[in-house]
């Protein structure tokens, strides 16, 4: 199993272009999550989605658009992309919960894409 | 104010030291708490799940859930180099918040030989 991965791992781009981050999970779960790391500023959730064809907001969605065609990936889209928007993102994937104490709410992570915006 | 509060440091230690990690959090409703490791340049994994109050032992790494004082700590005993990393608390309410945690600002840790 590769857990989940994404691509690119690297990117650069100027102000005004678009790009799309793929997330791609093969241990079949239901939800995904698209977060940005800035120093000092921790984890912070962009969008979520809890199952395929669904995507819902997190806590900084602005400038950002996501879609879930297919249950193993998740796309995250930059329409025009601002300084602003310089940093670390990951995915993460997670099942639904079953009963108390169960791990099955565990987020599992991608190894992070680092978005320079000139 | 944000749900969860983390110091982040730094925190630079001896090897061999004992190290405490903490975290404290608003909301009464989380009952699942977690601490992830992230080393420099790579995701965060997950290191110790805890559920409800109470201490749970990994080795050389202890978690603390005190719920009375919305409270949570991370121990860790013989501190080895390869300790180094971010430690970032999160936690989960489950019910209607469908999967989603809430993760501390992480904590930066550096174990020197």
């Known amino acids: 199993n590769a857990g989940v991965t994404q691509t690119p791992k690297f990117r650069v781009l100027k102000t005004g272009q678009s790009m799309t981050l793929l997330c791609a999970q093969d241990?079949?779960?239901?939800?995904m999550y698209w977060y940005r790391q800035d120093p000092g500023m921790g984890l912070r959730l962009i969008h979520y989605?809890?199952?395929?064809?669904?995507?819902a907001k997190g806590e900084v969605p602005d400038g950002y658009n996501v879609s879930r065609l297919k249950k193993q990936n998740f796309l995250l889209g930059l329409e025009s992309a601002a300084p602003s928007q310089t940093s670390v993102y990951f995915c993460?994937?997670?099942?639904?919960?079953?009963?108390?104490?169960?791990?099955?709410?565990?987020?599992?992570f991608g190894p992070g894409t680092r978005l320079t915006v000139l | 104010q944000k749900e969860v509060e983390q110091d982040p440091g730094p925190l630079s230690v001896p090897e061999g030291a004992i190290v405490s990690l903490n975290c404290t959090y608003s909301?009464?409703?989380?009952?699942?708490f977690m601490w992830y490791r992230q080393y420099s340049r790579k995701g965060p994994e997950l290191l110790m799940y805890?559920?409800?109050?109470g201490n749970k032992e990994d080795g050389r790494f202890t978690a603390q859930v005190d719920k009375s004082s919305k409270y949570i700590s991370l121990f860790i005993r013989d501190s080895q180099p390869s300790d180094s990393a971010t430690y970032l608390c999160?936690?989960?309410?489950?019910?209607?918040?469908?999967?989603?945690?809430?993760f501390g600002r992480g904590t930066q840790l550096t174990v020197w030989p």
């Open positions: 993460a994937s997670s099942s639904p919960s079953t009963g108390s104490g169960s791990r099955t709410d565990t987020q599992y």
């Open positions: 241990m079949n779960h239901e939800y």
């Open positions: 989605s809890v199952g395929e064809g669904t995507t």
């Open positions: 909301n009464s409703a989380f009952q699942y």
């Open positions: 805890t559920y409800s109050s």
């Open positions: 999160a936690m989960s309410d489950r019910g209607s918040t469908l999967g989603r945690l809430y």
